[in-house]
């Protein structure tokens, strides 16, 4: 199962854009990239995920290197409420097991 | 729809005991996935099931279970509960279709 590196920590000043970003550089031609982020020990929220495209949705961005190694989760203006720990999982291609790594966390800064 | 819920959200069991926790994923999911998580070890995959059979299963000892019902509600089960055991219960549920998992909130297992 292809592993992820996320920095440890990451600093962002409200209103600016949180750039997040994942080495995935063992992923498969068919495993898919999700990013969730956990806020004070609740469950894991779901942002968004893809597999070679880059994608949007309401809360980011999840932009993918052509060669699919690394991947950069953008939100776009940082509230202080997106303070959290955000994990970048490479999914299998077969099965639901996720395996997390250390995440990296983000503090947005007032 | 109602999101994946769990039950009870707090507990705080002896060393020794044993512990049965509930998942009910979001209505029509099929997979449910158990996750523990700690200070130390982070979050680790424990087991998922589907249509009530045991699909995957992690790196832990026999003492954690788990079963899915008819209606895809999970429960998992500790026996001979140790110290270490203290941790945050996640469980996960996810469709047929897209593979994407939603977390219920979590139940919070104190071991003295």
């Known amino acids: 199962d292809a592993k992820t590196t996320q920095p440890p920590s990451m600093d962002c000043a409200e209103g600016r854009a949180a750039n997040l970003p994942c080495n995935h550089s063992t992923i498969s031609g068919n495993e898919y990239v999700y990013w969730y982020r956990q806020i004070h020990s609740q469950g894991p929220q779901y942002i968004i995920h893809g597999l070679k495209n880059n994608e949007t949705n309401e809360m980011a961005s999840l932009i993918i290197t052509e060669d699919r190694k690394s991947s950069t989760l953008i939100l776009p203006h940082a509230t202080l409420r997106d303070t959290a720990v955000y994990y970048c999982i490479v999914r299998p291609s077969t099965g639901n097991q996720f395996y997390f790594g250390t995440g990296t966390s983000l503090t947005v800064i007032p | 729809k109602a999101g994946v819920t769990q039950t009870p959200r707090y507990l705080i069991k002896t060393r020794g005991q044993q512990v049965t926790l509930s998942c009910s994923p979001i209505s029509g999911h099929r997979s449910v996935s158990w996750y523990q998580q700690t200070p130390g070890q982070g979050l680790q995959f424990l087991f998922e099931?589907?249509?009530?059979?045991?699909?995957n299963k992690g790196n832990f000892p026999g003492r954690f279970s788990g079963r899915q019902f008819s209606n895809s509600r999970s429960e998992m089960n500790v026996s001979t509960l140790e110290l270490g055991d203290s941790a945050l219960y996640l469980c996960?549920?996810?469709?047929?279709?897209?593979?994407?998992?939603?977390f219920g909130p979590g139940t919070r297992l104190l071991v003295l």
């Open positions: 996960a549920s996810s469709g047929d279709r897209g593979r994407t998992q939603y």
């Open positions: 099931y589907f249509s009530e059979t045991q699909r």
